[in-house]
């Protein structure tokens, strides 16, 4: 019998203690068993991922190995596995609320409008208490709050965009994904590569396709979760590359989307000059976050460059 949900976790290397308290959540939830799938998809882990779970506490539970390595490939994969005209994703640090399951997919039954939908309330779990600079990065580890329920139905630019960590999504929406991967491999440089290339906004793009046909997206802060967040990851460097990579996919997928980004046409002298106005007049949080961005914008023109001397 065909389940009513499809939870897929999307894994690469994780902690064996962020991914045992991931399932423990999953285990606690309020959501029959029998009424879900659960699929593990793991992104060429060393050791396996087999090896550091236990998944006979569920019936109807698979471990995938997914080869080509990256989160937009893992997804993919996920997408393509699962059965349920309801799916919902969430990564191996993501610790669900006990009714979390359950209010995903009532959500979906009683708002047919909606295609894409999530949590409206992720609490940040550090590891180590962290600096005080790190309150200007948070929205990269997706913190929120809602008091509200949020939905919108618009393009690029929409203010409600979930998530995949605890997103879900009808199944047309994620058979339309399918297709726009497949007809545009492009898409695969959104999304994370490994623990070192920090390719995003892949879940814009899932977010998006929801409303390429017609839905709208929602969250709701009844959906609570937590994201446990390791030390390691509020090392500057981390935070830094984390905050670069995410606006350089911003580009590229507004490039892809039919918005490309504009070059910079700034002389030589006068990119040196900004330079030295922020090496001795900004603060140096900001001073490096600008030249994070201006980075990251010629990055992604050079990006686009390529595909337009391509398609010529």
């Known amino acids: 019998m065909k389940p009513d949900l499809s939870v897929i976790l999307c894994s690469h290397n994780p902690r064996p203690d962020y991914l045992r308290r991931a399932i423990g959540a999953l285990k606690q939830q309020t959501l029959p068993l029998a009424r879900w799938e659960f ?23 698979r471990i995938l190995v997914e080869s080509d390595l990256g989160i937009l490939p893992a997804r993919v994969r996920g997408l393509e596995e699962s059965r349920a005209d309801h799916i919902l994703f969430l990564d191996d640090d993501n610790v669900l609320a006990p009714d979390y399951l359950e209010l995903a997919l009532r959500i979906g039954n009683d708002r047919p409008f909606l295609g894409a939908w999530g949590g409206g309330r992720i609490h940040l779990e550090y590891e180590t208490p962290p600096p005080s600079w790190i309150k200007e990065f948070e929205y ?18 929409n203010p409600v965009m979930p998530p995949t960590m605890g997103m879900c ?21 959104l999304g994370r590569k490994g623990k070192k290339q920090f390719s995003n906004c892949e879940d814009n793009d899932l977010a998006l396709t929801a409303c390429d046909l017609g839905f709208g997206t929602g969250q709701f802060p009844q959906m609570a979760l937590a994201h446990l967040i ?14 670069e990579g995410t606006v350089q996919s911003a580009y590229i997928l507004q490039a892809l989307r039919g918005r490309p980004p504009v ?50």
């Open 39 to 61: 699929l593990i998809i793991d992104n060429l882990s060393s050791p396996p991922i087999e090896s550091l779970c236990e998944s006979g506490w569920h019936s109807d539970c």
């Open 230 to 243: 390791p030390a390691t990851r509020l090392e500057a460097d981390y935070v830094f590359s984390l905050y």
């Open 140 to 157: 990269l580890f997706t913190d929120l709050d809602l008091k509200e329920e949020q939905w919108a139905k618009m393009g690029l630019g």
């Open 263 to 312: 070059p910079d046409r700034l002389s030589a002298a006068r990119r040196w000059i900004g330079r030295m106005r922020r090496k001795f007049f900004f603060d140096p949080i900001l001073a490096r976050m600008t030249e994070c961005r201006l980075r990251a914008r010629q990055q992604a023109c050079e990006v686009v460059a390529q595909w337009q001397s391509v398609a010529q």
């Open 169 to 189: 999504l009808r199944r047309v929406v994620a058979d339309q994904f399918l297709e726009s991967v497949k007809r545009d491999p492009r898409r695969k440089l």
